[in-house]
């Protein structure tokens, strides 16, 4: 087409790689082993869950469980610690006040604004949590190794900090 320029990225232009380098890339990134690691980790957490006794409990819940202060969070800051639109953080939160862990009050300082709660119920189910969280921990611990463990644990640590500026 007359006046239109293409736009290349010069890395590809030069030298294209082959697609199982492309794969390679993209499946051995840091991004992607945190984010394989992650997905692991929470279905540990939740099959531990389960064997708990909190057999309702899903995958998708646990975006919701580690956003959700022991003391209760608004629906907005829940969505942005997890990543996800308003929308979807109101479902999740709608589906776990139908399983009756959390319930939804007003913010005392403004009431147009929901906080999500755990009831008596979550508090139990954030009981469990910890065990799930340890009992899956010591998992890898048991494949990684206690002390490769911790330095994973300090290391992650300070690249959260440095992001966050502490």
Known sequence: ???????????????????????????????????????????????????????????????LIRNVDENGTRISEIARRAGMTKQATGQLVAEFVDLGYIRLVNDPSDGRVKIARYTAKGKRLLVAIVAAIEETEAAVAATIGPARLATLKKTLGLVLASAHGD
């Not at 082993?33 to 006794?53: F, K, N, P």
């Open 1 to 63: 087409m007359p006046g239109r320029h293409r736009l290349r990225t010069p890395a590809l232009v030069t030298k294209r790689p082959k697609a199982s380098d492309i794969d390679r890339e993209r499946h051995e990134h840091l991004g992607w082993l945190l984010g394989r690691v992650d997905l692991l980790y929470a279905e540990g957490v939740t099959r531990a869950m389960h064997a708990h006794g909190f057999a309702g409990i899903r995958l998708v819940h646990i975006a």
